[in-house]
């Protein structure tokens, strides 16, 4: 996995700055992002038959601050997500049979770099804790919960419709867990993200 992180991270450099020439304009912002993670993949490990299993859902809330220049911008995110049935978010309230109910918490470090016109890379590390919970109505057992916090690394791309508003995918596998176990977990989201610029600074080069 390190390896893998590795490489990645090369290629997304190499291939990102091919081409390109030195700015003559020196941009410069900072501002916040809201995103919105509406649609969901978890790989999970389910504690009541003890396998890993796979999950999609939707919803989720997000927000970060950030620092672009040029090509080149770093933001740090937090946010949750969800797996609710219906892409509206209308929560499942039946109290039938049995259900499994996966979501997360998240914070993470990423860099983004624009590759080629609206199209962009992204790369960082993050921490995630995986909330678990298992209830079964017909037997009326107690309610199973766990929570499995851990570190992992992101990589993504994003598509930038205009200034503010921009459509991403996220995959976010683990390299350890703060856990007793070795199981793989990973997150994947699609994103909708608004970007807020808060303050800009625009520096032309001389020469």
Same mark, same amino acid.
């Given at each position: 996995? !390190?390896?893998?992180?590795?490489?990645?991270?090369?290629?997304?450099?190499?291939?990102?700055?091919? *081409?390109?020439?030195? $700015? !003559?304009?020196?941009?410069?912002?900072? @501002?916040?992002?809201? /995103?919105? $993670?509406?649609?969901?993949?978890?790989?999970?490990?389910?504690?009541?038959?003890?396998?890993?299993?796979?999950?999609?859902?939707?919803? *989720?809330?997000?927000?970060?601050?950030?620092?672009?220049?040029?090509?080149?911008?770093?933001?740090?995110?937090?946010?949750?997500?969800?797996?609710?049935?219906?892409?509206? *978010?209308?929560?499942?309230?039946?109290?039938?049979?049995?259900?499994?109910?996966? @979501?997360?918490?998240?914070?993470?470090?990423?860099?983004?770099?624009?590759?080629?016109?609206?199209? @962009? *890379?992204?790369?960082?590390?993050?921490?995630?804790?995986?909330?678990?919970?298992?209830?079964?109505?017909?037997?009326?057992?107690?309610?199973? !919960?766990?929570?499995?916090?851990?570190?992992?690394?992101?990589?993504?791309?994003?598509?930038?419709?205009?200034?503010?508003?921009?459509?991403?995918?996220?995959?976010?596998?683990?390299?350890? /867990?703060?856990?007793?176990?070795?199981?793989?977990?990973?997150?994947?989201?699609?994103?909708?993200?608004?970007?807020?610029?808060?303050?800009?600074?625009?520096?032309?080069?001389?020469?």
């Amino acid at each position: 996995m !390190k390896i893998f992180f590795v490489f990645i991270f090369s290629l997304f450099f190499i291939v990102s700055t091919q *081409g390109q020439s030195t $700015p !003559k304009n020196n941009n410069r912002s900072f @501002g916040i992002t809201l /995103s919105f $993670p509406w649609l969901n993949f978890y790989n999970y490990y389910d504690y009541k038959e003890n396998i890993s299993k796979n999950k999609s859902g939707f919803f *989720g809330l997000g927000i970060a601050t950030y620092y672009q220049k040029d090509k080149n911008k770093i933001s740090f995110n937090v946010g949750t997500t969800e797996d609710l049935s219906s892409p509206v *978010g209308i929560i499942d309230y039946s109290d039938k049979g049995q259900k499994i109910n996966i @979501g997360s918490t998240f914070a993470e470090l990423i860099y983004h770099r624009t590759i080629y016109n609206s199209f @962009g *890379g992204i790369i960082g590390l993050n921490f995630i804790n995986y909330k678990y919970q298992y209830i079964n109505y017909t037997d009326h057992l107690p309610v199973l !919960k766990r929570a499995d916090k851990t570190l992992g690394y992101t990589i993504g791309a994003e598509y930038k419709f205009n200034k503010f508003i921009s459509a991403a995918l996220f995959y976010r596998p683990i390299l350890g /867990s703060f856990e007793a176990d070795d199981y793989y977990r990973h997150l994947i989201s699609v994103d909708i993200r608004i970007n807020l610029e808060l303050k800009k600074k625009r520096k032309i080069n001389q020469g």
